[in-house]
């Protein structure tokens, strides 16, 4: 078992480290090691099995780092060891970074929650609703909405929006056939593939369902709107930069494009590094020249720096000196906006709630989620603990998110 360790377990822990927190007298550890080993064997034992090529755990606890490993590879093929300060593609993660930037907005006045999207889109203005849809040749038809798309819906995937690639099969052929995909086409522009979605029809009334969906890409198009600022502008000088997040971004920098992970992909229980490009998009794109910067799916970045991205919100806005949120709004943003549907969702994450807890060992109050590419991250403010499990894989069955949940609680002393 030793060579194996050696090859596959690229792991030296950080001497402690400080996020977004005031240095304090030394405490006692936040977890037991022994137990903690749990995580780095069952890793090992995936990346073994070639069920993961590699993976990168943080966790920080009250502000300080208390484990950050790397295990694995880069790319499978050439075995370059993964490091912890790689970059990955982090996907549906970018929609909290978008909700944060609209929130900045919102303080600013530049709208209202419940304001109508068509209020700042004209293209919502006259929406329908999808009645039939013949899967020969992607015709449909539809009826009139009841109510108008809000801006507080799109937060919450509550619109009537679907998902493109990874929606229901008729919303999906609507998209595919218009153009419109969740990371972008290359040369495709967020304003005017956002014009294109707002004539489709909805898959559901607005507020009616909770449908997983290109709501934040809205989103991110208002943002532009309500700034005057492409969104990878204002995401960059208004977010990154202040929060010292150097690695992450929609388009990598040339100097970063060495620590971009190869995309992998698990089709029929075999892992392979995934084709240039495939169904119109290219594995690579965040080494790309990006014209399209999709709030819902397109940003990259390290697990350092989002683990900053969340301390901010453990924080109550505010990190480093930096505050980009009130307090009072980040606990608007972590309170369920929709009690009558699930799952428990407020203004950019999922939320665990009185309700719902008995599911999960986190604890009450604590805000997650994922991304399409196998990255994993919650923050317990109750037990002052922010995770992340980056690994990136297309289809992956592994489930580490769950699994090392349940090894992190256990080995918490």
Known sequence: MRPLLRTVGFALLLPLATIGAQTRASAPPAFDAQRLARVDSMIIRLVAQQKLPGAVVLL????AVAYHKAFGYRNITTKVPLRRDDIFRIASQTKAITSLAAMMLWEEGKFSLDDPVAQYLPEFGKQQVLVTFNPTDSTYTSKPAQRRTTVRQLFTHSSGLDYSDIGSDEMQAIYAKAGISGIGREGDVLAERVKVLGRLPLKAEPGERFIYSLSVDVLGRLVEVWSGMSLDQFVRTRILTPLGMRDSGFELAAE??????????EQDGVLSPMPDSEGGMR?????????????????SGSAADYAR???????????DGQRLLSRKTVALMLTNQIPRLSPAFGLGFALETPDNDYRNVISDGSFHWSGAFNTFYWADP????????YSNVLGSTSNIGEQIRVLVYSAMR
């Open 60 to 63: 920080v606890h009250d502000g």
């Open 256 to 265: 970063q494009r060495g620590r971009l992970v190869t995309l992998h992909r």
């Open 283 to 299: 594995a690579d794109f965040p080494a790309r020249r990006m014209t399209y910067f999709a709030g819902g799916a397109g940003m």
């Open 309 to 319: 991205f969340l301390q901010l919100f453990m924080n109550g806005g505010e990190l």
């Open 382 to 389: 109750k037990e002052k603990l922010v995770a992340l499990i």
